[in-house]
């Protein structure tokens, strides 16, 4: 029964963006997995944010290259530079019921 509660509780855990250590984690998906939302791969590594904004805590990385589904875009975090680039639009790469984990739009790209 333990191993099952244990079996379980890390699926969960692995599925919402968590390791094991408690230290989110970016998996890489598949484009597939975007059907509905916009695919982009991350052209440099990225510091996950918890909210759209240079101020708010790291909850992890993407790594360059990964493909990520951009759920949602906003302009009202503040203006940053990256990737060569100033801007204020910033991406939420996690569902609603998951971890938020926003990433400076700029250093997004379309999968070729």
């Avoid at 990737?83 to 990433?103: D, E, Q, Y």
Wanted: proline share 5%; charged share 10%.
């Amino acid at each position: 029964m333990k191993n099952r509660l244990l079996a379980a509780t890390l699926t969960t855990a692995l599925g919402l963006g968590l390791s094991v250590l408690g230290t989110p984690t970016a998996s890489a998906q598949s484009l597939a997995d975007c059907s509905f939302e916009s695919s982009h791969v991350a052209a440099a590594t990225l510091t996950a944010r918890a909210a759209p904004g240079t101020v708010y805590p790291s909850v992890g990385s993407v790594a360059k290259g990964t493909v990520v589904c951009a759920y949602s875009t906003t302009t009202g975090g503040g203006s940053y530079t990256a990737c060569g680039k100033t801007s204020t639009t910033w991406t939420r790469i996690s569902p609603a019921f998951a971890i938020p984990k926003w990433v400076a739009s700029a250093c997004l790209k379309w999968p070729a």
